[in-house]
């Protein structure tokens, strides 16, 4: 199976321009690659700029509505993402289900939506500092995937953020994410079955480097990364890709 890195520019750059010199070093420094496939996250506004001639790069979403139109202002809907080539859409992020009090069941409506519109999606879970990892995750995955067929979920890719290691510098070890993983694989094989858990794709996230991307490819056993801050430099993003090949 291919790696997946997926960059998570969160509410970065400023400007359309800083955008496209942000993507274009990117997409430069990454070529056409059968062992790792690269979707960048940038903020709505800037989707419909970058162009992707590079099919070793894809485009997706940090978020959207459940809703597919109508009157939801301020929403962006599955039907737009589409409409701009976007592939993939994150949901769930933790910073999502704080500052916006996105519920699991928001997200379960989003998911499902993600599904119809035959999106990718990407459900970010994880724990607090302190919390029951094993007991968060399992909520997470039981209440995200409600009534969600397996046809459906063997589609969409699981994202393990420890809340306190997002943007801290303070990473998960590798172990602590195998043992996440391994909750996330036995969650999925309770609910549906064990080669469904097989075949989906884990990734983790939270304060990833260049410097410690191969431990979570190699100890950890993830299937990519999810990267915020370290994907807005180039060098270093393009460094984590190269990691993965
Ligand atoms: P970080 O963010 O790499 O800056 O910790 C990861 C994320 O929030 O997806």
């Not at 409506?109 to 993600?114: D, I, S």
């Amino acid at each position: 199976m291919k790696k997946l890195i997926i960059a998570n520019w969160k509410m970065n750059p400023g400007s359309q321009q800083e955008a496209k010199n942000l993507f274009d070093a990117v997409k430069e420094g990454i070529s056409a690659n059968d062992n790792v496939e690269v979707v960048i996250c940038p903020p709505f506004t800037c989707l419909s700029g970058l162009k992707f001639q590079n099919s070793a790069v894809k485009l997706g979403a940090q978020n959207m509505s459940y809703k597919e139109t109508g009157a939801f202002t301020g929403q962006i809907s599955s039907v737009m993402l589409k409409d701009l080539e976007v592939s993939h859409v994150l949901l769930g992020h933790s910073e999502v289900r704080k500052y916006l009090h996105e519920t699991n069941q928001d997200i379960n409506k989003k998911l499902k939506e993600a599904f119809n519109a035959g999106l990718k999606p990407v459900l970010c879970m994880g724990d607090e500092e302190g919390q029951n990892k094993a007991e968060i995750l399992k909520t997470q995955l039981t209440e995200g995937l409600h009534n969600v067929s397996k046809e459906d979920v063997v589609k969409m890719i699981v994202a393990y953020e420890p809340i306190w290691a997002i943007g801290t510098g303070n990473n998960c070890s590798p172990e602590e994410t195998k043992s996440a993983v391994a909750v996330i694989k036995n969650t999925i094989t309770d609910l549906y079955d064990a080669d469904t858990a097989n075949v989906m794709q884990v990734l983790y996230g939270g304060s990833v480097n260049s410097q410690n991307s191969v431990s979570y490819l190699k100890e950890a056993g993830v299937d990519g990364l999810l990267v915020g801050g370290a994907s807005l430099k180039p060098e270093e993003f393009i460094a984590i890709v190269t990691s993965a090949q």
